[in-house]
């Protein structure tokens, strides 16, 4: 095992979304809607249509789905989207994002997405007789 300072900022990105997945899981963290932080959507044409955000460890963090041009050349693009994870001050300034595409934090997006939504227990009432 690596030691704190030995490890990469990947590898530290990783540690973390594996901490928040297994916190959302345990739901000793709660994923709430929120407004993306500016830096996301001013002066870009990004979109981020869904930004949720928790607290772990004191610790503004966000999980975001974010949709962008892609060029192909200068003048013909394609919209992509990709998933990402921020850590926030507290006046909700951007202090970091980490977006690089990976099915771990994939799948933490989808579980942020479905705690907040409230999906389970809205099941949970329909399927009661």
Same mark, same amino acid.
């Given at each position: ?69 892609? &060029? ?9 989207? /990709?998933?990402?994870?921020? @850590? !926030? $001050?507290?006046?909700? #300034? ?11 934090? &994939? ?9 907040? /939504?409230?999906?389970?227990? @809205? !099941? $949970?009432?329909?399927? #009661?007789?």
């Amino acid at each position: 095992m690596q030691s704190g300072t030995d490890m990469t900022i990947d590898s530290k990105a990783t540690q973390l979304i594996q901490k928040l997945t297994r916190a959302t899981v345990d739901k000793t963290v709660s994923w709430v809607k929120a407004n993306p932080p500016l830096y996301f959507t001013h002066g870009t044409e990004n979109i981020v249509p869904l930004y949720l955000q928790c607290e772990y460890k004191k610790k503004p963090i966000g999980v975001f789905e974010k949709r962008y041009k892609y &060029f192909h050349d200068e003048l013909e693009y394609s919209w992509s989207t /990709s998933v990402g994870l921020c @850590i !926030l $001050d507290h006046s909700g #300034n951007l202090i970091w994002e980490y977006d690089e595409g990976s099915t771990m934090l &994939f799948n933490l997006f989808e579980l942020a997405r479905e705690q907040s /939504s409230g999906i389970d227990d @809205i !099941l $949970d009432d329909l399927l #009661n007789d």
